[in-house]
């Protein structure tokens, strides 16, 4: 099965504030394990929302465009992992080793991928 795991934004990433260079490299071994594994099928980090836009549909006759940043952080992601999986339970007891999201702020969501 698949999973995409959800990494969800915060200030820091909204502010375009990365992980420090020791982060970076501890999270590039972690990857690294899980493409040895064959658990990873894609996993990119996401620019903050001011370089994006989103695509309204709500009732308009055309889609409306409004271009971020974004106000509920809460909402937004920063970046997401496609991996491979037996059961979400073995997702979450794998995400529960990634490092980097030991902060308060640090939330992952995963979901199985239909299809």
């Known amino acids: ?13 909204e502010a375009g504030i990365g992980p420090s260079a020791d982060e970076l490299a501890t999270m590039a071994r972690f990857n690294d394990q899980l493409f040895a594994e064959g658990r990873i099928v894609f996993a990119e980090g996401l620019t903050p929302s001011s370089d994006g836009v989103r695509v309204l549909f709500e009732g308009a006759a055309e889609p409306k465009v409004i271009d971020g940043p974004f106000a509920e952080t809460k909402e937004l992601i920063a970046g997401v992992w ?20 030991d902060a308060p702020s640090g939330v992952l969501e995963i979901r199985p991928v239909d299809g």
Do not use: H, Q, T, W
Not at 1 to 13: E, H, T, W, Y
Not at 86 to 101: G, I, N, T
């Open 1 to 13: 099965m698949r999973f995409l795991v959800i990494v969800k934004a915060n200030a820091d990433s």
């Open 82 to 101: 496609l991996l491979n999986g037996e059961s979400l339970e073995d997702v979450v007891e794998l995400m529960k080793r990634a490092p980097c999201f």
